[in-house]
């Protein structure tokens, strides 16, 4: 699946609900469990509603683990960190976490059209114009950092995939580097597009 192309198509109560109310239900998610989430146990009914939305939004499993499992090394690399520095319990905690708002945030994509989102962002901020707050550029950069999450993903898998192609095992260092640079260039080629329309006037 694409990631250009991440917005799964149907007709579900989660695909028809408006984008704002969308986006602020994410947002809200992320800083509740951010603030409230301290023990692992914790995760669970944030886990369980987050999956239940997915079952709900009739997500396949295979789409739906597709914008997953593309982190799934980045989020060892964490864990490793945090259980050296932290303890079991702190890095259950934050690789949870980090786990269910990438969850959530691949679930907005997945049932909401971009252009919505800019649209519902806009008219939210729009108030804002009179203390020098552009609400068009400030869309652009939320849409452009929740379609970023399964961007990434994508390159990873990509990555990914041509490391398997070539029979090469697992290594690290070999998938941090092409990651890096893919990425990079990615943010290059967004910019110079940008650039090109007018933004960063």
Request: charged share 15%.
């Amino acid at each position: 699946m694409s990631t250009l192309g991440l917005y799964h198509p149907g007709d579900t109560v989660v695909h028809r609900l408006p984008a704002g109310p969308k986006v602020v239900a994410l947002v809200a998610g992320i800083v509740g469990v951010t603030v409230l989430v301290r023990e692992p146990w914790q995760l669970v009914p944030a886990a369980l509603l987050v999956a239940g939305t997915y079952a709900i939004a009739r997500i396949p499993i295979r789409a739906a683990a597709a914008q997953l499992r593309p982190v799934v090394w980045v989020l060892i690399v964490i864990g490793t960190f945090q259980v050296v520095f932290s303890g079991w319990v702190q890095a259950t905690v934050v690789c949870g976490v980090l786990l269910l708002s990438i969850a959530a945030a691949a679930l907005l994509s997945l049932t909401t059209r971009v252009t919505d989102m800019l649209d519902a962002i806009t008219a939210a901020m729009r108030p804002l114009r009179r203390i020098g707050v552009d609400p068009d550029r400030v869309a652009l950069v939320l849409a452009m950092t929740i379609r970023c999450i399964p961007l990434m993903s994508g390159i990873v898998q990509r990555v990914e995939d041509a490391r398997k192609s070539r029979g090469l095992g697992f290594s690290l260092r070999a998938l941090a580097v092409p990651v890096i640079v893919s990425t990079l260039m990615t943010a290059d080629s967004m910019g110079e597009a940008l650039a090109a329309r007018g933004v960063d006037d």
